[in-house]
């Protein structure tokens, strides 16, 4: 059990600080809009990876699709981070009062993790065949 804690600590932690649009997001939204917002885009994997990791259960019983299926989201999220991208470059005026700007932080995190495909990967390599094992073990776990 403890080596199972041990590798899920180790995994999320490396993925956390790995680079990708989630991190630069993160970044993004901090610099913009302050530590509130930039946090509300690193939780977006807590509310995302669930329906990820039932997806990847899905893939995993029907490999014959997985190909298109990560060309789908691979599309989709390179269309969105060039959406992220452009709205990052593009200049506005001055705004002397930005207490009312909504900024939308959470949807946004939500969307990056959602079409990226690098928690589809982890979770169809690595995340759910580990889940499966340790569920053998013990159905405590997996937990």
Not at 19 to 33: A, F, N, Y
Not at 94 to 100: A, M, P, S
Request: charged share 15%.
């Amino acid at each position: 059990m403890i080596s199972f804690a041990l590798s899920g600590m180790l995994l999320g932690l490396t993925s956390g600080i790995a680079p990708g649009p989630l991190l630069t997001l993160v970044i993004t939204e901090t610099l913009k809009h302050g530590k509130k917002e930039g946090s509300k885009v690193a939780i977006a994997p807590l509310l995302t990876d669930i329906p990820i990791i039932l997806i990847a259960v899905f893939i995993l019983s029907r490999l014959s699709d997985f190909e298109f299926i990560l060309g789908v989201i691979s599309i989709l999220g390179g269309l969105f981070i060039l959406y992220l991208g452009y709205e990052s470059i593009k200049t506005k005026g001055l705004e002397i009062n930005t207490e009312n700007i909504k900024t939308h932080s959470i949807k946004k995190g939500i969307i990056v993790n959602a079409i990226n495909p690098h928690p589809y990967l982890f979770w169809i390599t690595v995340g759910v065949p580990m889940i499966i094992k340790a569920y053998i073990k013990s159905t405590l776990n997996p937990v």
